[in-house]
């Protein structure tokens, strides 16, 4: 008998459809602006990219929230927008403002990216993660992630973040074809990284698509649907066990139908899903993660407490993994990044 089996962390045994005793605990954008401690090593580094690509820097800020809370899961420390960076488009981040690339807004834009040289450039990412694994517990888990094809594409041709991603949607309307060229470099793209990322040492990768909820019907089939889907069968194909969860924001009623997406392991629910209905909708199909308003947290008190219990409530009978429902606000106070784990961890 094997008597040195390696426990299986918590996340990884709901992704594999177990219940566990309690819900494991992560939270999206767990690393950044709101520990003081990210804040002075970010304060050492040129450039946020620069940062990103510093696997010294990068494993530093993936196992901060580790120490500091005991999360069950880390999140290597990168960015959805290194990969337009490795196709060779122009990204950087300005305090205060977010990201800011070149904009394409034409087919010689989008044939000047360069799709085949490009991963070299994310050497930096596999060794932080190879380090991060080497550092953290057998109990903690790696995830590793990125952009869905829509979410990412949108920033390339905007050149920037949007409050509706319209020049993306408009962009795609009046040039299918060639939006449908960038989609499928992005999702090429998107496999290799994933790929890579899973043979580097992470345990789970999440695939965010924080745009999703933007897109009419049609358009959400074409943009958000096949891609993932696409994205999901060829790392299952390399990787067959591989665990994946998939972050379509703002999807709603096509939740059912993406929980059903063949090799997928687990979905996140934004803020805007009701925990009780999709208890019954998608839960019943997939493990689910999620969904804490990232607001609830910041305010805390006991309506941090109620909205926390109603989310256990209806989420905790079948595998489930506790999230917020989108990423972390920088102004949010660390004790009620405390008061969420105590009540979660019981
Ligand atoms: O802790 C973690 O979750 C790991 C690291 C991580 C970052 N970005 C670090 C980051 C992850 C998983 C992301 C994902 C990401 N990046 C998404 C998808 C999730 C979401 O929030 O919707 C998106 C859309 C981006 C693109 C992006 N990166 C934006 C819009 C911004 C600026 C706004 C913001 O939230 O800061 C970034 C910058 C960024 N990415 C920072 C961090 C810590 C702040 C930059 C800094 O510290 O100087």
């Given at each position: ?11 990884l045994q ?49 196992l ?9 899961a880390?999140?290597?420390?990168s960015d ?7 196709l060779?488009?122009k990204v ?10 070149n ?18 450039r994310?050497?930096p ?22 952009g869905?094809?829509?979410t ?16 993306a949607r408009?962009?795609?309307?009046k ?27 992470v ?5 965010f ?8 019907a ?17 790392v299952?194909?390399?990787i ?6 998939a972050?379509?924001r703002?999807s709603?009623?096509?939740?059912p139908?993406i ?6 392991s687990?979905?996140g629910?934004?803020t805007?899903?009701d ?32 909205s926390?219990?109603?989310i256990?409530?209806?989420?905790s ?5 506790f ?19 105590k009540?979660?961890?019981?």
């Amino acid at each position: 008998m094997d008597t040195d089996k390696k426990p299986t962390p918590d996340i990884l045994q709901v992704l594999q459809g177990k219940q566990t005793r309690r819900p494991p605990i992560w939270l999206m954008r767990q690393a950044g602006r709101y520990l003081p401690e990210y804040r002075e090593i970010r304060s050492t580094a040129p450039s946020f990219l620069e940062f990103c690509y510093t696997p010294r820097l990068a494993v530093e800020a993936t196992l901060q929230p580790i120490r500091r809370f005991g999360f069950d899961a880390a999140i290597l420390f990168s960015d959805i927008l290194v990969i337009p960076d490795a196709l060779g488009q122009k990204v950087s981040f300005e305090t205060g403002e977010g990201p800011r690339l070149n904009p394409i807004d034409s087919i010689q834009g989008i044939q000047a990216l360069d799709a085949n040289v490009s991963l070299d450039r994310l050497g930096p990412v596999y060794e932080t993660i190879e380090r991060v694994r080497a550092k953290l517990s057998d109990e903690t888990a790696l995830l590793g992630f990125c952009g869905a094809p829509w979410t990412v594409a949108s920033y390339m041709i905007a050149g920037k973040g949007t409050p509706d991603q319209a020049p993306a949607r408009l962009f795609a309307y009046k040039h299918p074809d060639i939006f449908e060229a960038l989609i499928d470099i992005i999702t090429e793209a998107s496999i290799k990284y994933l790929i890579a990322q899973l043979k580097a040492g992470v345990d789970a990768v999440q695939i965010f698509d924080s745009w999703a909820g933007v897109l009419p019907a049609g358009e959400f089939e074409s943009w958000c649907y096949k891609p993932v889907e696409k994205i999901v069968a060829e790392v299952r194909k390399a990787i067959p066990n591989a665990p994946i969860i998939a972050f379509p924001r703002g999807s709603g009623v096509h939740l059912p139908k993406i929980a059903k997406i063949e090799g997928l392991s687990g979905i996140g629910l934004d803020t805007s899903v009701d925990p009780a209905w999709a208890s019954k909708e998608v839960q019943s199909i997939l493990p689910v993660q999620g969904n804490l308003d990232p607001l609830a947290l910041l305010a805390g008190g006991k309506r941090l407490d109620q909205s926390i219990d109603y989310i256990i409530k209806n989420l905790s009978q079948a595998p489930f993994i506790f999230n917020l429902g989108h990423g972390i606000l920088p102004p949010t106070p660390i004790e009620n990044v405390v008061q969420l784990i105590k009540r979660v961890k019981g």
